[in-house]
T-cell receptor
Framework: EAQVTQNPRYLITVTGKKLTVTCSQNMNHEYMSWYRQDPGLGLRQIYYSMNVEVTDKGDVPEGYKVSRKEKRNFPLILESPSPNQTSLYFC????????????FGPGTRLLVL | LAKTTQPISMDSYEGQEVNITCSHNNIATNDYITWYQQFPSQGPRFIIQGYKTKVTNEVASLFIPADRKSSTLSLPRVSLSDTAVYYCLLLGGYNKLIFGAGTRLAVHP
């Protein structure tokens, strides 16, 4: 089944403790991206990647890192999480570009205490 | 990136047609108008995309006037399961996506 998977789905952590949220797609997509969703603000793009080793900032990249060492994986790294990063995170992928149909993962709900 | 404006919320009843309008006065020549649907606690799902005039698929229709400064997503005969947030995006040659807050549609029995 073609899909985007994220792990973990739920995570509670404390301020300053590094964490990684994984994202994987099995559709051989080149474009991948991360979003956060907060009440009243809709989805905001954090980072996106056009292909392996090619990443670029979205609208809200501060406090996040990403890497794209393999085509199928695009992990989101919070080196020193803070409470304002408590949010619902979505990973998405598309065949080649952002303007193509985006396929979203199930989401990761993060709480930073 | 051109900005879009859509109503914050709308209400409808089962069986009615719902039209959600999106304004995009500064749309660029290479922008495609794209709509996504999002149910609570799920990722958005692509609904429809168009460049001009009218596009129809099994889920919705998209009406785009000649000046392309606005667009209307039309959902025929909505049901309770159409209750969701609907996002209008302009997608051109760039790869940053801006979803905005969307339109929260509530369908009532």
């Amino acid at each position: 089944e073609a899909q985007v998977t994220q792990n973990p789905r739920y995570l509670i952590t404390v301020t300053g403790k590094k964490l990684t949220v994984t994202c994987s797609q099995n559709m051989n997509h080149e474009y991948m991206s991360w979003y956060r969703q907060d009440p009243g603000l809709g989805l905001r793009q954090i980072y996106y990647s056009m292909n392996v080793e090619v990443t670029d900032k979205g609208d809200v990249p501060e406090g996040y890192k990403v890497s794209r060492k393999e085509k199928r994986n695009f992990p989101l790294i919070l080196e020193s999480p803070s409470p304002n990063q408590t949010s619902l995170y979505f990973c998405a992928s598309s065949f080649r570009e952002g303007r193509e149909t985006q396929y979203f993962g199930p989401g990761t709900r993060l709480l930073v205490l | 990136l051109a900005k879009t404006t859509q109503p914050i919320s709308m209400d409808s009843y089962e069986g009615q047609e719902v039209n959600i309008t999106c304004s995009h006065n500064n749309i660029a020549t290479n922008d495609y108008i794209t709509w996504y649907q999002q149910f609570p606690s799920q990722g958005p799902r692509f609904i429809i995309q168009g460049y001009k005039t009218k596009v129809t698929n099994e889920v919705a229709s998209l009406f785009i006037p000649a000046d392309r400064k606005s667009s209307t997503l039309s959902l025929p005969r909505v049901s309770l399961s159409d209750t969701a947030v609907y996002y209008c995006l302009l997608l051109g040659g760039y790869n940053k996506l801006i979803f905005g807050a969307g339109t929260r549609l509530a369908v009532h029995p």
